[in-house]
């Protein structure tokens, strides 16, 4: 059974500029979340979709946004890119109801210059 | 106060140690436990998933959980080389949400 997967795996950006990122779950799962790892912070918590909607956020600016789709395949965007978004970010899916495991992809590293 | 306190290492040990790994939770409303193992440029990995307090084991890990004194532990025996890796205590709420608090991870490096 495939795991998560997170594309691109490594990505380098200017300040200012956009950037979309890729999650496809495993296969099954209809949650996906989403969040940013830094050395500082550790591991927050961005949002949560599930069944194209999203379920929960986390405390970070609107610049911040995701998607999902019908097939459950998610993606975020981050909009107007500053030096502090430079991060990994780790996409995460579980199967519907409360008490499932979430299962991390190998994350997307964001370098923001 | 970060609701996940963890101790960020690194902690080294010799191979075939007991490791010990800890975090400490303040909301009470947290009531599923998680241990993540990390490598190295790689997304988390899933370890040990409990909801009740008391020990859960499998394999030569063990998680112990203590929502009386909000506690909950790691146990690694006969610890290896390959264990070397950054470990995650994550936790979250009973209902209404897959938000995961995560601490911020102990680095462990087991000498052979």
């Known amino acids: 059974k495939a795991g998560v997967t997170q594309t691109p795996r490594y990505l380098i950006k200017t300040r200012g500029q956009q950037v979309t990122l890729s999650c496809s779950p495993i296969?099954?799962?209809?949650?996906v979340s989403w969040y940013q790892q830094t050395p500082g912070q550790g591991l927050q918590f961005l949002f949560e979709?599930?069944?194209?909607?999203?379920?929960n956020k986390g405390n970070f600016p609107g610049r911040f946004s995701g998607r999902q789709f019908s097939n459950s395949r998610s993606e975020m965007n981050v909009s107007t890119l500053e030096l502090g978004d430079s991060a990994l970010y780790l996409c995460?899916?579980?199967?519907?109801?409360?008490?499932?495991?979430?299962?991390f992809g190998p994350g997307t590293r964001l370098t923001v210059l | 106060q970060k609701e996940v306190e963890q101790d960020p290492g690194p902690l080294s040990v010799p191979e075939g140690a007991i490791v010990s790994l800890n975090c400490t939770y303040s909301?009470?409303?947290?009531?599923?436990f998680m241990w993540y193992r990390q490598y190295s440029r790689k997304g988390p990995e899933l370890l040990m998933y409990?909801?009740?307090?008391g020990n859960k084991e499998d394999g030569r890990f063990t998680a112990q959980v203590d929502k009386s004194s909000k506690y909950i532990s790691l146990f690694i025996r006969d610890s290896q080389p390959s264990d070397s890796a950054t470990y995650l205590c994550?936790?979250?709420?009973?209902?209404?949400?897959?938000?995961?608090?995560f601490g911020t991870g102990t680095r462990l490096k087991v000498l052979a």
């Open positions: 995460a899916s579980s199967r519907a109801g409360q008490n499932n495991e979430q299962f």
């Open positions: 296969s099954g799962h209809r949650s």
């Open positions: 979709y599930f069944s194209e909607t999203q379920r």
């Open positions: 909301n009470s409303a947290f009531q599923y």
């Open positions: 409990t909801y009740s307090s």
């Open positions: 994550a936790t979250r709420r009973t209902s209404g949400t897959y938000k995961y608090i």
